[in-house]
Every structure is written in C-alpha cells, then in structure tokens.
C-alpha cells in the first residue's frame, strides 16, 4: 500500500471513533431528555419501573460501540501496513 493509503486508513479509523464518542454521548442526552420529560407526569410509572423499554437507547449505544470498534480495526491495520510497508 502506498503512504497515502496507509494514511487515509488512519483518519478514516480516527473519524470514525470519534463518530461513534459521539453517538454514545447523543445517547446518553436522549435517554436523560426522555426520562427527565417523563418524571414530571402525574403517571410515572414508566419512569420509574423503566418498563416498557425504549429500544432506541440501546440502539445508539450499540451502533456507537460498533463504530468505534470499526475505527480501532482501522487504526491498527493502519499501523500495520505502515509498519510492514
């Protein structure tokens, strides 16, 4: 691989760390809008027993944690071609 390769592998693999940092972060902002919207009702059982449960949240989480997985794989391979190349 040429360095411009190698290179455009580690940003790549950095943006997409970050993308995910972020995505966990919306996350937590959502799940803390939601919840903190809810416990003001007069019925807050939901908030309170978290029942039923709001796939969404965990939808980010695990979309942002496999992003940043994706961009470390990036990061290493990155460095190995770098190293060997």
Do not use: C, N
């Not at 009702?41 to 940043?68: C, M, N, S, V």
């Amino acid at each position: 691989m040429s360095q411009g390769d190698v290179s455009a592998l580690l940003v790549i693999g950095g943006v997409f760390i970050l993308l995910g940092i972020a995505v966990i972060i919306w996350d937590r902002a959502e799940k803390k809008g939601y919840f903190s919207s809810i416990s003001h009702h007069t019925d807050t059982r939901e908030y309170l027993e978290a029942w039923p449960p709001r796939p969404q949240f965990g939808a980010l989480k695990i979309g942002g944690w496999i992003t940043i997985t994706i961009g470390l794989a990036m990061l290493v391979l990155g460095f190995v071609f770098r190293r060997i190349g």
